[in-house]
């Protein structure tokens, strides 16, 4: 019996440096893909946040807004959408704040009570009213398809196509 030795060799002929490489490239190829379709999508669910919104005066619903980072104001509400490490969008759909209402004479400061529910001063539970979330799950097929559509395009250009 002869000593033979069997020698096992790996290459890869360069496929595991594309795949680090695409998955580096990933990311920043998602954001350009996607950024401007889930801007447009935010805003169409802040107009059906407001549509839903209960109206006695209109204050609430007026006060319904986007922004880029933390309201200023008290008395708001805000729901946030934000992608890690994509920075595809970093923004808020805030309600309250900003006006005053012509019933009480006070800034809009009660957002969240309308939307999670709470109790009157008299002890009255007054159910919650959750505008925004109901906005978001009306489009949610919608965010579904934009970033399925803008994964296949990604990983075609990035993956496959270069």
């Known amino acids: 019996m002869s000593n033979q030795f069997i020698e096992i060799t790996e290459t890869d002929y360069g496929s595991k440096g594309r795949a680090i490489e695409a998955t580096k490239k990933f990311p920043k190829a998602l954001t350009a893909s996607a950024r401007w379709k889930l801007v ?3 805003e169409e669910v802040l107009a059906t946040a407001q549509a839903l919104c209960p109206v006695k005066t209109g204050t609430l619903m007026a006060t319904g807004r986007i922004e880029e980072t933390d309201p200023s104001i008290g008395g708001y509400f805000e729901v946030g959408m934000t992608l890690e490490d994509t920075n595809i969008i970093s923004k808020m759909i805030v309600f309250g704040g900003m006006l005053v209402n012509p019933e009480t004479g006070r800034i809009c400061d009660y957002a969240q009570a309308v939307h999670d ?6 002890g009255r539970w007054i159910p919650p009213n959750p505008f925004i979330e109901m906005a978001i799950q009306i489009h949610m097929q919608e965010l579904d398809a934009i970033l399925g559509k803008s994964v296949d395009e990604v990983t075609e250009t990035v993956w496959v196509g270069e």
Request: glycine residues 12%; without cysteine; hydrophobic residues 45%.
């Open 40 to 42: 447009w999508w935010w």
């Open 117 to 122: 529910g709470h109790f009157t001063r008299s």
